[in-house]
């Protein structure tokens, strides 16, 4: 039996984030080891500074916000140390030994560029035959439908595939995986969990990976580290979050939004498409009530975000109609139609896709009243904070220093700021923990309760719809 080949190493690492009045501590003493071939998970709630670990090692902090570091992070590469702590430049370190997979996010994909262009900007001595192995490996077959797709031709689920290929495109020594699995289906999810791991174990790459999802954690990793509040801690008692939360099936109301026959395609992109169309929606038809919760779900690539759009207003149609209150929201006057959008609001999968990076939660919230034509309500504002469970020192932060959760809660309180009618939430408990995604649910069942608004939840986590939703229909 040979000693394990230690790779990674935090000692007593600590970091804050400098402020006028006191210095911020972001993370306490952090101490961790990572040996080559081994699985290290990170457990802890949105907000407790994993994401932050993941940017503290790959360093990629925010070089527009001042930090304070105490403490070592060293990397070792064939038994040679690099305290990243000291080094002014880890690029080339980092693209040839460290791959990182982030929360699935479309701002981290250059829209612009196809898939073969990303894999081949990053990939050593790139060809078609490489780039088409990498994308079979993780489930993009066959390849050629994906070699010359754009990030915006894809699902969420498939993006996240790309970003888990571009970590993997010149076998790193070390991963660093961010909730890698939040944006997909229970049967992807288990099948690039088990990619990740055989590919640790036929290499020897370590693999630091991040979750709030304690049972996919417990299941792939050798050692569950824990943190809360940026400081390691003994493993916490999860179990008052893990009641059920069935619905209260209450007595469907009036038809608020009627579905029928609606179809949605695309035309096929790259070089020999001939603008073939693809049909990513097929006669599709559904009803909701007022003061339901309506679950859809599907695997990825189906339609469900697309549906999404096309319920929001955002894109129209080939054909079918949508009707709200028994009127089609394509013969909406203009006037009515910017009640729609008041009205009926969307919260996406990726919630960076919805915030401007550059402005703050409160700037955020300042848009709903600007576009109510009405004051800025700071008692209102901290009301609805405090049921999605936002603390009100985040009002001054940016996306960028929020975790995935808060980000979600920031667009969940926008829209209770709109005093909506229908809540189209689509895959949004992706990247919660569990506490906060029994709290979410109960605030907007609290809501539906007293028929003040309607929900559509649409996942891939059928389990999940089950215990949310009053129904549950299939795309």
């Given at each position: 039996m040979h000693m394990a080949k230690r790779l990674l190493e935090l000692e007593s690492y600590s970091l804050s984030l400098i402020r006028q009045e006191?210095?911020?501590?972001?993370?306490?003493?952090?101490s961790l080891l990572l040996d080559a071939g081994e699985v290290v998970g990170l457990v802890g709630p949105s907000g407790s500074g994993k994401s932050m670990t993941i940017s503290a090692i790959a360093r990629l902090l925010h070089q527009k916000q001042p930090v304070e570091?105490?403490?070592?992070?060293?990397?070792?590469?064939?038994?040679?140390?690099?305290?990243?702590?000291?080094?002014?430049?880890?690029?080339?370190?980092?693209?040839?030994?460290?791959?990182?997979?982030?929360?699935?996010?479309s701002d981290l994909l250059n829209p612009r560029q196809t898939v073969s262009s990303i894999l081949s900007e990053k990939m050593?001595?790139?060809?078609?035959?490489?780039?088409?192995?990498?994308?079979?490996?993780?489930?993009?077959?066959?390849?050629?439908k994906y070699i010359n797709a754009y990030p915006f031709n894809l699902s969420g689920g498939q993006v996240q595939r790309v970003l888990i290929a571009l970590a993997l495109v010149n076998k790193p020594q070390l991963i660093l995986a961010d909730e890698p699995f939040s944006a997909v289906d229970g049967e992807l999810k288990e099948?690039?969990?088990?990619?990740?791991?055989?590919?640790?174990?036929?290499?020897?790459?370590?693999?630091?990976?991040?979750?709030?999802?304690?049972?996919?954690?417990?299941?792939?990793?050798?050692?569950?580290?824990?943190?809360?509040?940026?400081?390691l801690i003994e493993k916490p008692d999860f179990q008052a979050h893990n009641d059920s939360l069935s619905a209260d099936l209450t007595d469907a109301g009036p038809v608020i939004l009627e579905v029928s026959n609606l179809r949605k395609s695309y035309a096929k992109q790259g070089l020999f498409s001939s603008n073939k169309?693809?049909?990513?929606?097929?006669?599709?038809?559904?009803?909701?009530?007022?003061?339901?919760?309506?679950g859809i779900q599907?695997?990825?690539?189906?339609?469900?975000?697309?549906?999404?759009?096309?319920?929001?207003?955002?894109?129209?149609?080939?054909?079918g109609h949508i009707r709200y209150k028994g009127q089609?929201?394509?013969?909406?006057?203009?006037?009515?139609r910017h009640q729609y959008f008041t009205k009926v609001q969307l919260i996406p999968q990726?919630?960076?896709?919805?915030?401007?990076?550059?402005?703050?939660?409160?700037?955020?919230?300042e848009d709903v009243f600007f576009v109510r034509k009405i004051a800025y309500d700071v008692s209102r504002v901290e009301e609805v904070m405090y049921a999605v469970q936002l603390d009100k020192s985040l009002l001054s932060r940016l996306p960028k220093q929020l975790s995935g959760g808060q980000r979600q809660r920031v667009l969940i309180a926008k829209s209770l700021l709109m005093n909506v009618d229908l809540l189209i939430c689509d895959e949004i408990f992706s990247a919660l923990d569990f506490a906060v995604q029994a709290d979410i649910a109960s605030l907007l069942r609290s809501l539906v309760a007293h028929k003040s608004l309607s929900i559509i939840m649409i996942s891939h986590d059928a389990g999940l719809l089950k215990t949310y939703c009053h129904r549950v229909v299939k795309m």
């Open positions: 006191r210095p911020l501590p972001l993370l306490v003493e952090l570091e105490t403490g070592i992070i060293r990397l070792l590469i064939d038994d040679k140390p690099h305290l990243l702590t000291e080094m002014q430049d880890c690029r080339n370190l980092w693209k040839k030994h460290i791959g990182i997979v982030f929360q699935q996010s050593e001595n790139p060809n078609t035959s490489k780039i088409e192995n990498l994308l079979a490996s993780v489930g993009l077959t066959p390849p050629m099948e690039l969990s088990q990619l990740l791991i055989s590919l640790v174990s036929k290499y020897e790459i370590g693999l630091l990976l991040v979750s709030h999802d304690l049972q996919l954690i417990e299941k792939l990793a050798d050692r569950v580290l824990f943190l809360d509040q940026g400081q169309l693809i049909k990513i929606i097929d006669g599709y038809n559904l009803q909701l009530h007022l003061g339901e919760i309506l599907g695997p990825s690539g189906v339609g469900k975000s697309t549906l999404a759009r096309l319920l929001a207003g955002m894109e129209s149609p080939d054909s089609d929201i394509s013969e909406l006057s203009k006037s009515d990726d919630p960076l896709s919805r915030m401007p990076p550059q402005r703050s939660v409160r700037a955020h919230f």
